[in-house]
């Protein structure tokens, strides 16, 4: 059963950081990207972020290019996500995916539940 499990969500002041986690099972990790996504109200789900966990490539949505940084430990089957010098429009329900490759929510198949992550300022 493929199970994606995001975690590290919280609440923070503007200028803060954060770090959460993916931790993926069920699948062969190696062979798809993990994207995270977030989904503020009112607003439509954004792809902001994603590694190909086998050469390690990364993908970064303006809004969050220089303050996010994402990173995957493969013998772990988790991907984190960095986030510093947070915005209080980054508040946001955060969710990790698996799939092919982007940040165009589609192109995944997979799908954890969120994490919520709350900027005050």
């Known amino acids: 059963e493929v199970q994606l499990q995001a975690s590290g969500g919280g609440w923070v002041q503007a200028g803060g950081s954060l770090r959460i986690s993916c931790a993926a099972s069920g699948f062969i990790f190696e062979s798809y990207a993990i994207g995270w996504f977030r989904q503020a109200p009112g607003k439509e789900r954004e792809g902001i972020s994603c590694i190909t966990s086998g050469d390690g490539s990364t993908y970064y949505a303006d809004s969050v290019k220089g303050r996010f940084t994402i990173s995957s430990d493969n013998a772990k089957n988790t991907v984190y996500l960095q986030m510093d010098s947070l915005k209080p429009e980054d508040t946001a329900v955060y969710y990790c995916?698996?799939?092919?490759?982007?940040?165009?929510?589609?192109?995944?198949?997979?799908w954890g539940q969120g994490t919520q992550v709350t900027v005050s300022s």
């Open positions: 995916a698996a799939g092919l490759i982007g940040l165009w929510p589609p192109m995944y198949n997979y």
